[in-house]
């Protein structure tokens, strides 16, 4: 169930002006699904749980002080980011899609957990986003003194709802936006569990720096075609596997893996530039899989850098087992990704022919 606040009335008496001129008269769509920024702490327990959007919008006085328009929708309950799932996601598009017109951008409060396989899933889902859908969330609880919500919320707010000289979105793309620092949401891992500075895009530069002004790398931002009208996409199809390498790994673990009833495709995460045994039973199980029309794509451990298959003797063999490159992908944007392509009802060619090609500045490939 979603429930909608609307609190444009407090914003139209409010005459205290701390954004900058370009924010006048927009409208941001904030989206509440819970996460450690919206959570407080039960006394009798010291867990945190979620609160709803009215206590966390007490705790952010600051919202009622910008000249932008906020209207805002939420789960209801929210959710601790570990229950995301496909259905959630879409409970977003859905959102987004209905009031696609009336806002300049959308602000996605999420727990940090799963931040970044929303950001990747919704980069697919969202076909042809001509709008800023800024994600954010928080280590600390909102109610806290020393939160990093805050900031992580008013600057998310800023950004979805700052346009150019000419009244278009500067940042018309899925983001995420965590510590002074504006991501490409599919490009973006969880990379601390502790620090504010929690998330990292290790193989795409960061779009916007926040300091005192918000400085933005246009070179590269996504341009957006607004020819295109927004075409949303519902269909997931989860029947995915992760299997992590490691020296040791048994055959019975890689082949009760790749024999799950109903697998569709696989990420397999594999050493330094896409490597992995050389043991025959490994290759004759991944490409028995292959063949069987399992979807294996090969992305590395590695936090930076790139899965090159041709490089070591190693990767070669996977590439004749039928493994297909994941280039420099993170995890979570191969796996909802995969799910984004099987969800279309592709066969394994078409899949694999479409890892291996770039649809919403995911991977590079030289
Ligand atoms: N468990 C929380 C969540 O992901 C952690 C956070 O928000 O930082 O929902």
Redesign the pocket.
């Known amino acids: 169930m979603l429930v909608l606040f609307c609190f444009n009335a407090i914003f139209v008496y409010c005459n205290i002006d701390i954004m900058p001129e370009n924010l006048k008269k927009t409208s941001v769509l904030l989206i509440y699904t819970?996460?450690?920024?919206g959570?407080i702490e039960n006394s009798e327990t010291g867990a945190?749980e979620n609160f709803n959007y009215e206590q966390l919008q007490k705790h952010v006085p600051e919202l009622a002080k910008t000249n932008c328009n906020i209207d805002s929708m939420q789960f209801d309950p929210p959710?601790?980011?570990?229950d995301?799932d496909p259905a959630a996601w879409c409970k977003m598009v859905h959102i987004i899609e209905d009031n696609y017109d009336h806002y300049n951008g959308f602000v996605i409060l999420?727990?940090?957990?799963?931040?970044a396989f929303t950001a990747s899933a919704l980069s697919f889902m969202l076909e042809n986003l001509a709008k800023p859908v800024i994600l954010t969330?928080?280590?600390l609880p909102i109610g806290v003194l020393r939160t990093d919500g805050k900031e992580n919320l008013m600057t998310s707010i800023e950004i979805a709802a700052a346009v150019d000289e000419n009244d278009y979105p500067i940042v018309p793309e899925v983001c995420i936006f965590f510590e002074n620092h504006l991501m490409r949401g599919n490009r973006t891992t969880k990379m601390n569990a502790e620090n504010f500075n929690?998330f990292r895009s290790f193989n795409y530069p960061v779009l916007a720096k926040a300091g005192i002004h918000i400085k933005y790398n246009k070179a590269v931002i996504h341009k957006a075609d607004y020819c295109r009208p927004l075409k949303p996409h519902y269909l997931l199809n989860t029947n995915i596997a992760i299997l992590k390498l490691f020296p040791g790994i048994h055959e019975n673990v890689v082949a009760a893996t790749l024999a799950i009833d109903g697998l569709q495709a696989v990420v397999i995460e594999t050493y330094g530039s896409g490597n992995g045994p050389q043991r025959k039973w490994f290759l004759r199980l991944l490409k028995e899989a292959s063949q069987r029309g399992i979807v294996i794509v090969n992305v590395t451990q590695c936090n930076a850098g790139t899965v090159e298959m041709e490089r070591y003797e190693t990767g070669i063999h996977m590439l004749e087992s039928g493994i297909i490159c994941g280039y420099d992908s993170t995890t979570e944007s191969a796996v909802t990704k995969l799910m984004f392509l099987l969800g279309h009802g592709y066969g394994a060619d078409k899949v694999r022919s479409l890892m291996v090609q770039s649809i919403a500045g995911e991977i590079t490939i030289n």
């Open positions: 819970g996460g450690t920024i959570m945190l959710i601790d980011s570990s995301m999420h727990g940090t957990d799963t931040m969330g928080s280590q929690a």
